[in-house]
């Protein structure tokens, strides 16, 4: 698996990059701990995809979706849920059905209710630098 060590500012252009290679139906599932930069990362793919108002942490709500000239994009924070039985709660399967973009932070948490074929980013913080992040991909 491909990595790379980066500040905020070159993440940032790594999703950007990214987010416009991605052509709905497309699933992206981002791992790693709080304030790894899922939520900076998801903001920098949906920038990219058209996406023209605040995208924001959806941990309360779990599930934002924003809209943009190439179709729907989810921002899914499953972080507050406790498995996989708590996803028809969620509207999981219109989201599926929806043919957009998804970015689903915290992954682990439903286990193999996530497409095959989708995309798997993990974000890691780098030790000794706290201005730095692992991405690997």
Do not use: C, N
């Not at 970015?103 to 730095?132: F, I, K, N, S, T």
């Amino acid at each position: 698996m491909p990595a790379a060590e980066l500040t905020e500012t070159e993440l940032v252009a790594w999703g950007e990059a990214f987010g416009r290679t991605l052509v709905p139906p497309a699933w992206v599932t981002l791992s790693g701990e709080l304030g790894a930069g899922k939520t900076t990362l998801v903001r920098a793919v949906a920038r990219a995809q058209g996406v023209v108002e605040p995208v924001t942490s959806p941990t309360y709500g779990v599930v934002r979706e924003h809209r943009s000239p190439r179709g729907p994009v989810f921002h899914v924070d499953l972080y507050r849920i406790e498995g996989p039985e708590q996803l028809h709660q969620l509207g999981w399967e219109e989201i599926r059905r929806a043919r957009g973009v998804v970015l689903v932070e915290w992954p682990e948490r439903v286990l193999d209710a996530v497409p095959p074929g989708h995309v798997a980013l993990r974000l890691e913080h780098v030790a000794g630098r706290p201005d730095l992040r692992r991405l690997t991909w």
